[in-house]
C-alpha cells in the first residue's frame, strides 16, 4: 500500500454542486493531516488541517477516519475558482514525533459552467 | 515576513552540465524538503531535513543528485551530469518541524535541459 493514495481524477463537476473525494495513508502511527491546494504552475499551498473530530471552513469539511485510515474532503456549493488539484498529506511519524510530510499525487478537480 | 525562497527561478542548461538550486527557508523552521514535480504529475519526493539528524535521501532518484544545508538554513540541491529526464519544476518547502505544522512552499526553479 502506497504511504498516501488518492484518486488522480479528474473529477468533472457542475457548478454549484457537491464534491468529495478520498485519500487513504498506510501509517497507523501518523498524527497530522492536511489538504494542500495547488493551481495550475504554481506552488501547493495549505487549503486545511484536519482534525481528529472533523473540521468546516467555509465550504469546506474535512473528516478523519482513523480506523480506516482515510481522510476526506468535501467542497460544497463548488465554484469555478475551486479548479484545482488537491493534495492530501500526512506526516509519517516513526515514532520520535512529527516525522516528516508525505504528499499524495493530487486528485484534480475541474468545475464546469 | 519572508516566505520560503528559491533561486534561480528558471535555469536552462545543456545536458551533461552540473546545476545547483538554492532555497532560503523561513528562518527558524527546522524541517526543509525537496520535491520535484514534472509537468502535469505529482510531486515526487527527494529529500528531507530534519535539524541536526541525518537527511532522509531516500527520494533521490540518483547518485547525480545531493542536497546539502548549511548551519540549518540555507539548502543547496546539486544535480550533476544533468539529463534531459531532469527537466522538471524543484520545490522547496520548510516547516516549524513540530507536530501538526504545515509545510510552505518556495514558488521553485523550472529546470530545463537542453
Known amino acids: 500500500r502506497k504511504e498516501v493514495e488518492q484518486d488522480p481524477g479528474p473529477f468533472n463537476v457542475p457548478e454549484g454542486a457537491t464534491v468529495a473525494f478520498n485519500c487513504t495513508y498506510s501509517?497507523?502511527?501518523?498524527?497530522?493531516f492536511f489538504w494542500y491546494r495547488q493551481d495550475c504552475r504554481k506552488e501547493p499551498k495549505l487549503l486545511m488541517s484536519?482534525?481528529?473530530s472533523g473540521n468546516e471552513d467555509g465550504r469546506f469539511t474535512a473528516q478523519l477516519n482513523r480506523a480506516s485510515q482515510y481522510i476526506s474532503l468535501l467542497i460544497r456549493d463548488s465554484k469555478l475558482s475551486d479548479s484545482a488539484t488537491y493534495l492530501c498529506?500526512?506526516?509519517?511519524?516513526?515514532?520520535?514525533?512529527?516525522?516528516?510530510?508525505?504528499f499524495g499525487k493530487g486528485t484534480h478537480l475541474i468545475i464546469q459552467p | 515576513g519572508a516566505g520560503v525562497s528559491q533561486s534561480p527561478s528558471n535555469k536552462v542548461t545543456e545536458k551533461g552540465k552540473d546545476v545547483e538550486l538554492r532555497c532560503d527557508p523561513i528562518?527558524?523552521?527546522?524541517?526543509l524538503y525537496w520535491y520535484r514535480q514534472s509537468l502535469g504529475q505529482g510531486l515526487e519526493f527527494l529529500i528531507y531535513?530534519?535539524?541536526?539528524?541525518?537527511?532522509?535521501k531516500s527520494g533521490l532518484p540518483s547518485d547525480r543528485f545531493s542536497a546539502e544545508r548549511t548551519g540549518g538554513s540555507v539548502s543547496t540541491l546539486t544535480i550533476q551530469r544533468t539529463q534531459q529526464e531532469d527537466s522538471a519544476v524543484y520545490l522547496c518547502?520548510?516547516?516549524?518541524?513540530?507536530?501538526?505544522?504545515?509545510?510552505?512552499f518556495g514558488q521553485g526553479t523550472r529546470l530545463t535541459v537542453v
Open positions: 484536519v482534525y481528529s
Open positions: 501509517n497507523s502511527a501518523s498524527q497530522s
Open positions: 528562518s527558524g523552521h527546522t524541517a
Open positions: 518547502a520548510s516547516s516549524p518541524g513540530g507536530p501538526n505544522t504545515e509545510a510552505f
Open positions: 531535513f530534519q535539524g541536526n539528524s541525518a537527511p532522509d
Open positions: 498529506v500526512v506526516n509519517r511519524n516513526s515514532g520520535g514525533g512529527a516525522d516528516g510530510l508525505t
